[in-house]
């Protein structure tokens, strides 16, 4: 391994940054065998964007601005037990505001269709719609796995093998090609919307065996001991058992969040222009023939970070919760 490190990251270090081209507005500016990264400039509000119009782009960066406000207070140390409302803001207020602000049609905000949406910023919508359903759902679904009552045991095990045991791709064509076979005459559903309600249902049941794993790490002797001190089976869940889990869980639920982030791609088989189809679009410009390595290494690159900036917010939030735990 450390040899063929030291074999390709010095070539890969002369192309990518020695030999490279970075400013630049046509083909003809890049010269040599280094890599064009003015491709990636000249491209980079579409790589971001799509085609969303330039003259409203103003309304993506305040909707982003929006979306880290609601965040930062709950990922920031403390705030995840003792600001249990901004959960609630963060899934309720904070969608409707970022829809407002994205889709328009309202207060003055010329209307933006979905066909004209691209790039990051359709990877980042869809993972949040789809984190933000997914894991109530799959919490549903982990303690109706759980029940007491044989038919709610039933029909949350039959949804999360249902689930599991049909391909993405299966489900995301479903969504683009039988849906609308199935809607009543002169209704119709938009492409994007139902994308991500396929995506929401499909990873719910993944979130529910994680939800599942960590419930099965809390002793019984929690529930019963919370029982003998009158509270009710709801108030239970919530209170002392449910907390304990998602500790025990939440590695698996982010490394669910990296995947699903992932898988936010396939949504280009279905005529969606997430960043990496919005990359493949561009490098069938006559203007910038022969840039597959830029534009991949450049979505490979914004992909890695996201990656790896989840990751590591789970370990460290995981290592603070583990002290807390000892303590």
């Not at 505001?97 to 990051?120: E, K, N, Y």
């Not at 599942?212 to 009710?232: F, H, I, K, T, Y």
């Not at 991949?296 to 603070?320: D, I, Q, T």
Request: positive net charge; charged residues 15%; aromatic residues 10%.
């Amino acid at each position: 391994m450390a040899a063929f490190l030291a074999w390709t990251l010095p070539a890969l270090f002369r192309w990518a940054v020695w030999d490279a081209t970075i400013a630049g507005t046509t083909r003809a500016a890049c010269g040599g065998d280094g890599a064009c990264w003015a491709f990636i400039e000249v491209r980079l509000p579409l790589f971001f964007v799509g085609r969303y119009p330039s003259s409203e782009r103003w309304r993506v960066l305040l909707a982003l601005f929006t979306l880290a406000a609601f965040c930062i207070p709950v990922l920031r140390e403390g705030h995840v037990h003792r600001r249990g409302l901004w959960f609630v803001l963060l899934f309720t207020a904070c969608p409707a505001i970022v829809a407002v602000l994205l889709l328009g049609g309202v207060l003055g905000l010329r209307f933006v269709d979905t066909s004209l949406w691209g790039g990051l910023m359709i990877d980042v919508v869809v993972s949040f719609v789809t984190v933000a359903g997914a894991i109530p759902l799959g919490i549903v679904l982990a303690l109706g796995r759980r029940s007491q009552l044989s038919v709610i045991r039933g029909l949350s095990i039959a949804y999360i093998e249902l689930w599991r045991g049909v391909p993405l791709l299966t489900v995301l064509f479903m969504s683009a090609v039988i849906v609308p076979l199935l809607l009543p005459s002169g209704v119709s559903a938009d492409r994007l919307l139902r994308a991500m309600v396929a995506m929401t249902l499909f990873n719910s049941a993944y979130m529910a065996e994680v939800v599942r794993g960590g419930l099965q790490g809390v002793p019984s002797g929690q529930e019963e001991a919370a029982g003998s001190l009158g509270l009710r089976w709801s108030q239970a869940q919530a209170l002392v058992v449910l907390p304990q889990a998602l500790r025990v869980a939440l590695p698996g639920i982010v490394n669910t969040v990296v995947d699903l982030f992932k898988d936010v791609t396939l949504i280009t088989i279905i005529g969606l222009s997430d960043l990496l189809g919005v990359v493949n679009q561009a490098l069938k410009d006559p203007a910038w023939l022969g840039m597959a390595r830029e534009g991949y290494a450049f979505a490979a690159l914004v992909f890695f970070v996201a990656c790896f900036l989840m990751s590591s917010y789970s370990r460290r939030l995981e290592r603070r919760l583990n002290r807390g735990h000892a303590s």
